[in-house]
């Protein structure tokens, strides 16, 4: 096999495309995680901050709402029954933690670190036609 000094031999033709080919698939997946990780500390950023907001409006709201009670009601069981309605609310939201919080985030974390699945992928697929 011989050949001119001006075109590579086979082999390291080969090697240079190859070479070329692994650059290009850590740039891709170095972009993927970049964009992944964007978009996951974002919605984190959002949801902390909207956290933050909803609980400065539930205290304004849990303490106007026991002031109206106080009117009908002496203070100290107005203030009572609002704290009632948020332990009840937290027995609820522990009870049902599962469907109320992790199932959501898995969804949205593997919705982001995940390709979605195809169409015609029917290889996990053990379910059996009816006739």
């Known amino acids: 096999m011989e050949t001119n000094g001006s075109s590579p031999s086979g082999l390291s033709a080969i090697s240079q495309i190859v070479g070329k080919y692994v650059k290009l698939l850590v740039e891709d997946t170095r972009l993927n ?3 992944k ?4 500390l974002s919605t984190i950023a959002l949801a902390s901050l909207l956290t933050i907001i909803v609980t400065v409006a539930l205290v304004f709201v849990s303490i106007a709402v ?7 009601l002496s203070p100290l069981w107005s203030f009572v029954i609002v704290a009632g309605f948020y332990i ?14 992790v199932n959501p985030i898995a969804r949205f974390i593997s919705s982001i670190l995940l390709p979605p699945p195809t169409k015609n992928d029917t290889g996990n697929d053990q379910s059996t036609t009816v006739s």
């Open 88 to 101: 009840a609310l937290l027995i609820i939201l522990v009870t049902c933690r599962r469907t109320l919080l």
């Open 37 to 40: 990780l964007t978009r996951l």
């Open 33 to 35: 995680v970049a964009e």
């Open 66 to 72: 026991g002031i109206a009670l106080a009117e009908t």
